[in-house]
């Protein structure tokens, strides 16, 4: 079975994001990039479906700050290849992103067929979820998302589900098909520092230019700020009656009792 697993940066959100001089972007000079946390989920799936029924494992990404990194280690965790475009990937909305993906498939030689392709189901980035679904277009071929659990049998995979309220379902779909990981079967595992610089001795990543010419994105921003701070919380004392008499004042106060 042949699996691919898209891979994208993603601010860290444990920074402080700053806006750029422009006034339109993030100041990413000094900010910290991290693999998409959805993304290194699908890697994990992938590499556990690896271990149950063999075949291979190809990393596609498109190039930004430290991926590089974020390919070895993903080599380093069991991986058989790692793809990068090389230019063409900065800038880009989900629209634009899932065409570049579509046209390095075509592109790059024996990147496609794949059985499988696993990503994140949505990124901090994407937070609707669209790349997985819109890639799918791309390739006509089936999507589910949200997706915590798969088992291939033949030419049909068993899909679980994730739905609100614990609610789970599960969909047979033939292969291949695109799916939108929302949780391996268990966390990622974690690599050392000494593999994963014995991978970028005895590994290489594989630099491709991207095949193409993907429309402009079509919203501009204008305008980004950061949130401005204003009148803090007010704590209320007193016994559970006392409490719940001051919430009642205030309520009734604002117009909504």
Request: charged share 25%; net charge negative; hydrophobic share 45%.
């Amino acid at each position: 079975m042949r699996i691919l697993v898209l891979l994208k940066m993603v601010p860290d959100v444990v920074e402080e994001l700053e806006v750029a001089p422009d006034g339109r972007s993030l100041d990413i000079e000094f900010l910290r990039l991290m693999v998409n946390e959805r993304d290194d989920h699908a890697l994990e799936e992938a590499l556990l479906l690896k271990e149950r029924y063999g075949g291979s494992v190809t990393v596609l990404a498109l190039d930004a700050p430290e991926m590089d990194d974020a390919l070895f280690t993903a080599l380093a965790k069991g991986a058989d290849r790692a793809v990068k475009v090389s230019d063409g990937g900065a800038g880009l909305n989900t629209r634009a992103t899932a065409s570049l993906f579509a046209q390095a498939l075509s592109a790059v030689p024996d990147l496609w067929p794949a059985d499988l392709v696993l990503t994140g189901c949505q990124a901090i980035d994407d937070l609707d979820g669209l790349l997985a679904p819109l890639l799918a277009h791309e390739l006509n071929l089936p999507y589910l998302g949200l997706v915590t659990r798969v088992e291939v049998s033949g030419g049909e995979a068993t899909l679980v589900k994730e739905y609100a309220g614990g609610v789970r379902g599960e969909f047979g779909v033939l292969l291949p098909a695109v799916l939108g990981v929302q949780a391996a079967e268990r966390p990622p595992r974690y690599v050392p520092v000494a593999r994963v610089r014995a991978a970028m001795k005895s590994q290489k990543i594989e630099a491709v230019p991207s095949a193409g010419e993907v429309e402009a994105v079509p919203v501009e921003v204008l305008h980004l700020a950061k949130p401005e701070a204003t009148e803090h919380a007010e704590m209320l004392e007193g016994t559970s009656e006392e409490v719940a008499g001051k919430v009642c004042e205030v309520l009734a106060e604002r117009g909504l009792l």
